[in-house]
Antibody, heavy 117, light 109 residues
Framework: EVQLVDSGGGLVQPGGSLRLSCAAF????????MNWVRQAPGKGLEWVAN????????YYEDSVKGRFTISRDNAKKSLYLQMNSLRAEDTAVYYC??????????WGKGTTVTVSS | SYVLTQPPSVSVAPGKTATITCGGN??????VHWYQQKPGQAPVLVIY???DRPSGIPERFSGSNSGNTATLTITRVEAGDEADYYC????????????FGGGTKLTVL
């Protein structure tokens, strides 16, 4: 079964950093754009960032530009999200998701990030 | 940026038909995808490209898209359909990005 396993969440103080990871199983990872999507407590889905198959293009939601960096390692079949200068409003469940031509057809179970002092 | 508007909530009795709308400027010219999310779980794709169903999704789920409104229809609603539903498009201007609607909470009475 095709699967994404996201990890790396935790409790971090405002201004701190965290690196999320997403491991891909049973599909050719290097063939797909990949995304990070987040969901704040009690709120809707919010797209965060995406990255092209070879990592040559990366795009970000405005509120995370300059603070978050998406990257990938196709040899390790892994996606990453480096989050710096974290704010309380970044508190959310973060999902990695495979992009199948503009739709997100495979999702990880999510990893929780809590930014609090 | 492109905005998708969904009603916050829809209620329906078991066995009836639920209709969830997703409004956007000329959304009919775009491909719309729908996700179901149950509490504590990741979203699941239930309709893609306006009206196609992934394997494993019941035929009770259908979609349409025209003009300024896309619609998710669930016939013969069951208690297990109670969930949040999100519409989604690919951003049509600027950098490549994903746009979600605000979500609709479907309550089965």
């Amino acid at each position: 079964e095709v699967q994404l396993v996201d990890s790396g969440g935790g409790l971090v103080q405002p201004g701190g950093s965290l690196r999320l990871s997403c491991a891909a199983f049973r599909f050719t990872f290097s063939n797909y754009w990949m995304n990070w999507v987040r969901q704040a407590p009690g709120k809707g889905l919010e797209w965060v960032a995406n990255i092209k198959q070879d990592g040559s293009e990366k795009y970000y939601e405005d509120s995370v530009k300059g603070r978050f960096t998406i990257s990938r390692d196709n040899a390790k079949k892994s996606l990453y999200l480096q989050m710096n200068s974290l704010r309380a409003e970044d508190t959310a469940v973060y999902y990695c998701a495979r992009d199948q031509g503009g739709l997100l057809d495979v999702w990880g179970k999510g990893t929780t990030v809590t930014v609090s002092s | 940026s492109y905005v998708l508007t969904q009603p916050p909530s829809v209620s329906v009795a078991p066995g009836k038909t639920a209709t969830i709308t997703c409004g956007g400027n000329n959304i009919g010219s775009q491909s719309v995808h729908w996700y179901q999310q149950k509490p504590g779980q990741a979203p699941v794709l239930v309709i893609y490209t306006d009206s196609d169903r992934p394997s494993g999704i019941p035929e009770r789920f259908s979609g349409s898209n025209s003009g300024n409104t896309a619609t998710l229809t669930i016939t013969r609603v069951e208690a297990g359909d109670e969930a949040d539903y999100y519409c989604q498009v690919w951003g049509s201007s600027g950098d490549p990005h994903v746009v979600f609607g605000g979500g609709t909470k479907l309550t089965v009475l």
